[in-house]
């Protein structure tokens, strides 16, 4: 089957995205002080808890121009509650989100229509985000039909186009998705959110479902892409190798919180939070000699929900250096002294 | 370290399944030794064979359309293949017992966590009620659940994920197995939880002596816990060695493909050396090396027949022509 084979691509039949009132200034997406909460109720018909799921709990962070951010953390920390917030999948409950300067929080779904154009998404799981009664060549050349980019010869084209890009075999067009292997299907989705020219894509766990010989197959593919289309990216995952080797910027999150921002060389040498300290040691290397002498710190207990509110840090309740200040003050993110890099942290017993 | 008597010795192991179009041999000649008191790694990619290998050992292929067509698994002087189900269920969970990927599905929903842990020791220990309720509780406390006999009375939904596997774990142990077969006990959980889940095991191991046979694709768990490794392709074991040689100087080109393909976490790297291609559908298997398609180091030997494994210096097996010609010379 098939490799990524740089072949001459001929130029895209599409027009490039342009979206009304963008200023190009601005960066190419900006998040400011987001906030996602769920309503809950629980305990018994009679006598009813309500309350929220703090899922995102005031995020703000940049994304620029061919870069990778990559946001990692834990179960139930925020980070797909995020990305799903930047493309209005969930409406968020305060904040902005801004795609070259224009707020697009509270923006219908017709309103929203150019804008998805610029941001597209790339799922985990390509069993489940792939239609089984459409074949490929159709799965690629829906969001082309559907924003009125190309039709009939042109689409078909396209479509050629967008296959060899991501390295599947264009005899492949008319084939369904079951009869593909899982990294193949991953190339699938990844075409299909190229098909609109995005500038931005957010992966979330784009590879964890992959084996590790085909997992690095497409991490090799979204970087290469990302050089060549000078794509940016946000990108969500827990495994924190995978991470380390894709991203430009790291994000650190704990209960819906950056605990820690900063570039990927800085934060994984230097990581500085004693939630980023914890988790990277955490981390399993492939090296039986290395593995006996790291010195770890292990976290008692685990991730509690976020279904209060925290006046302080979040990670108070179970960090090894708190103090008092830590439960009444909220932490900001503070540039860490002494680093050239770019790199905050929210705490105030370290930074 | 390790003494010399195998706690459990497989030999040429052959499973297959029966599929509408073919037969798919799933294992194929599968031969290994769990020592006591040794962590075992069996490590290999969706389709390698990796975990039909336990099921087979625990007696629970599921026939048909599965069928064990060949090999034996002796244990304390018997053959566990040549078992019916009533010996088997004797041995399975009270001398070797297992824990899986998903504690969700192995643990019963309408049971409290209690009820499944005293139902294990009241039937393969003989204890008497109040017995095996201190006995359970003792095994939470082990496992590292603090308020153990207020969360006896617990249902399985009431746990944490994290929570769920250390009961699963608790459950495995109560019977003091001599072997615990453990297949992707961390897969689904988060790293800073699969640490303490690691560690829970390791500290188990040493205080009581149990053999791990670790099931995963994840080299990074094999590192941390493992002693020896197979590495498995394809329904066989192409490389065996000591976790320490097997990472220092892999053999086989599939081992080593694996390790140049992982995102380093204690090192950045600019590309990763993905290997080429797919794993080979099990029901049309290439003739000769089933690794040969995607293998870089292939010559023409390699298409005329499947290598067996060879030991190259007493401690490192590889079922690779081309390495083994190497040694040779």
């Known amino acids: 089957m098939s490799e990524t084979n740089p072949s001459p691509i001929q130029s895209p039949t599409v027009a490039p995205t342009s979206v009304p009132g963008a200023s190009p200034a601005a960066p190419l997406l900006s998040v400011e002080d987001l906030r996602v909460q769920f309503p809950f109720s629980r305990g018994s018909f009679l006598s009813p808890q309500r309350g929220v799921i703090r899922a995102v709990d005031g995020l703000s962070f940049d994304i620029n121009k061919g870069e990778t951010l990559a946001l990692v953390g834990e179960s139930g920390c925020g980070k797909s509650t995020t990305a799903r917030a930047i493309i209005n999948l969930v409406h968020p409950t305060s904040g902005s989100v801004r795609l070259e300067g224009v707020d697009i929080t509270r923006l ?27 074949t490929v060549g159709s799965i690629i050349g829906e969001p082309l039909a559907v924003h009125g980019l190309a039709s009939g010869k042109d689409r078909k084209l396209e479509v050629l186009r967008l296959m060899d890009l991501v390295g599947l075999n264009p005899r492949f067009l008319n084939r369904y998705p079951h009869e593909f292997s899982g990294g193949q299907r991953q190339r699938i989705g990844i075409a299909r959110a190229l098909a609109v020219q995005p500038k931005l894509i957010l992966c979330d766990e784009p590879v964890s479902a992959l084996d590790v010989s085909i997992q690095a197959q497409i991490i090799n593919l979204l970087m290469d892409l990302q050089q060549r289309l000078g794509l940016s990216y946000l990108f969500i995952a827990h495994d ?93 993110h503070r540039q860490i002294s002494g680093s050239e890099k770019v790199h905050t942290v929210a705490c105030w017993e370290r930074g | 370290m390790v003494e010399s008597t195998p706690l459990l010795k497989v030999e040429d192991l052959q499973v297959s399944f029966k599929t509408d179009e073919s037969q798919v041999r799933a294992v194929r000649g ?101 017995e095996a309720h201190r006995q359970a509780a003792e095994m939470l406390e082990l496992v590292g659940i603090s308020g153990a006999e207020k969360r006896l009375r617990d249902y399985p939904h009431q746990f944490s994920g994290g929570m769920r596997q250390r009961v699963m774990i608790a459950m495995a142990l109560s019977c003091e197995p001599d072997l615990l077969i453990a297949d992707e006990p961390t897969t689904a959980l988060d790293v800073t939880i699969q640490a303490q889940i690691l560690d829970l095991l390791r500290d188990l191991q040493q205080r009581r002596g149990t053999s791990i046979i670790m099931i995963t694709h994840d080299l ?19 490389e065996k060695a000591d976790a320490q040689t097997l990472f220092a100087d892999p053999k086989h080109p599939y081992t080593q493909g694996l390790l140049r393909s992982l995102p380093r976490f204690d090192q950045s790297s600019d590309t990763l050396e993905a290997i080429p291609g797919q794993p080979p559908d099990l029901g049309n298997l290439p003739g000769g090396c089933s690794f040969r398609p995607r293998c870089p180091l292939a010559v023409d030997a390699c298409q005329s027949r499947d290598p067996e494994l060879m030991n190259l210096d007493g401690r490192h097996e590889v079922a690779c022509l081309v390495a083994q010609e190497a040694v040779d010379v």
């Open chain 2, 30 to 130: 599968v031969s290994f030794e769990v020592y006591p008191g040794e962590t075992v790694g069996l490590v290999g990619e969706s389709g390698s064979g990796k975990s039909v290998t336990n099921l087979a050992l625990m007696g629970l292929v599921p026939k048909p359309p599965g069928r064990i067509d060949g090999g034996q698994v002796h244990y304390q002087g018997q053959d566990l293949l040549k078992l019916n189900d009533r010996q088997m269920q004797s041995i399975r969970g009270r001398r070797i017992a297992m824990i899986f990927q998903d504690p969700m599905t192995a643990l019963n929903p309408l049971m409290t966590v209690g009820q499944q842990l005293t139902e294990m020791t009241r039937l393969h220990l003989g204890l008497g009620r109040k």
């Open chain 1, 240 to 332: 924190l190798s995978v991470v380390r080797h894709i991203a430009t910027r790291v994000g650190v999150m704990y209960l819906g919180r950056l605990v820690e921002l900063g570039e990927a060389e800085s934060v994984y040498s230097h990581p500085t939070h004693p939630y980023t300290e914890a988790l990277l040691s955490a981390v399993p290397v492939p090296d039986p000699s290395k593995a006996a002498s790291r010195q770890r710190i292990r976290l008692e207990g685990e991730v509690p929900t976020p279904d209060r509110e925290h006046v302080g840090c979040s990670f108070a309740d179970r960090c090894p250096l708190v103090v008092d200040k830590c439960r009444f003050d909220r932490p900001v």
């Open chain 2, 220 to 238: 990074g768990v094999v590192a941390e816990i493992c002693h020896r490794v197979l590495v498995m392709y394809a329904g066989r074991v192409v």
């Open chain 1, 108 to 134: 219908g779904d017709r309103e929203m229509m150019p804008y998805r154009r610029v941001v597209q998404m790339v799922f985990q799981d390509p069993f489940a985000s792939l239609n089984p009664r459409m």
